[in-house]
């Protein structure tokens, strides 16, 4: 199940970290990244709580921010404890029934501090909130991460025949629209578009929005590209 990462954003302890690497390994699941974690990565806690899964640990990628480790990534769903007032798909875990597990699929996890930002929500195609308790949501990161690992394995193996990925329209990798993204805001940069610069974030923030919730194709991803590329020529 290579296809599927587990993707840790800024965690804060060893021990939690450790244990998401166990609880993918027991679904059969062996891609865990990292993102700007608090303490040194790898030391001894982490492995010693991976317990049977330090190869998972070794292999880990780590990456400075979340543009970066998510490039390579199809389809980003980011767990949340919350639905957010934010112009972004919701799904629900039974949802996911509906994903296609042939593409590459990352589940975004927040820090246990506070979770994923606005900021860092629009980098994913939708969100999703496992169902708890609604007087007490809090869940423990090892605990996120192996509800919806358990959830993933049992739909991949039951549904993979239903996944079949078309020949006739590929869709963008992350990276390809990533790099369309910042060639559109290089050229409005030129142009002195984000006024006033205060709202700049906000202004980024919604632009990136509106391209992640397309997904788009390989062709409108190239086509846009294009497009913006030859207006930096006429401008």
Request: proline residues 3%; aromatic residues 8%; positive net charge.
């Amino acid at each position: 199940m290579s296809s599927v990462s587990f993707i840790l954003h800024k965690p804060q302890l060893s021990e939690n970290i450790g244990a998401c690497a166990r609880a993918i390994k027991n679904f059969s699941f062996n891609k865990l990244v990292v993102i700007s974690p608090k303490p040194i990565f790898p030391n001894d806690k982490i492995i010693a709580t991976s317990v049977g899964a330090k190869e998972i640990i070794k292999k880990c990628k780590v990456y400075e921010n979340l543009e970066s480790a998510i490039k390579n990534v199809d389809y980003v769903i980011a767990t949340s404890s919350r639905f957010r007032n934010k112009n972004i798909k919701h799904i629900t875990l039974n949802e996911l029934s509906k994903i296609d597990f042939s593409k590459k699929i990352g589940f975004l996890f927040g820090s246990e501090a506070s979770g994923l930002s606005n900021s860092e929500i629009v980098y994913a195609n939708c969100t999703m909130q496992i169902p708890t308790n609604p007087n007490f949501k809090s869940l423990n990161l090892s605990h996120s991460v192996i509800i919806v690992a358990q959830v993933v394995s049992s739909l991949i193996k039951l549904k993979r025949s239903s996944f079949k990925k078309s020949q006739k329209v590929k869709s963008a990798s992350k990276k390809d629209i990533q790099s369309m993204i910042n060639l559109c805001i290089s050229q409005l940069e030129s142009k002195n578009f984000f006024k006033p610069t205060e709202k700049k974030p906000i202004m980024l923030e919604n632009l990136r929005n509106i391209f992640y919730k397309m997904e788009l194709s390989e062709k409108e991803t190239r086509i846009l590209s294009s497009v913006f590329a030859n207006l930096a020529k006429k401008g």
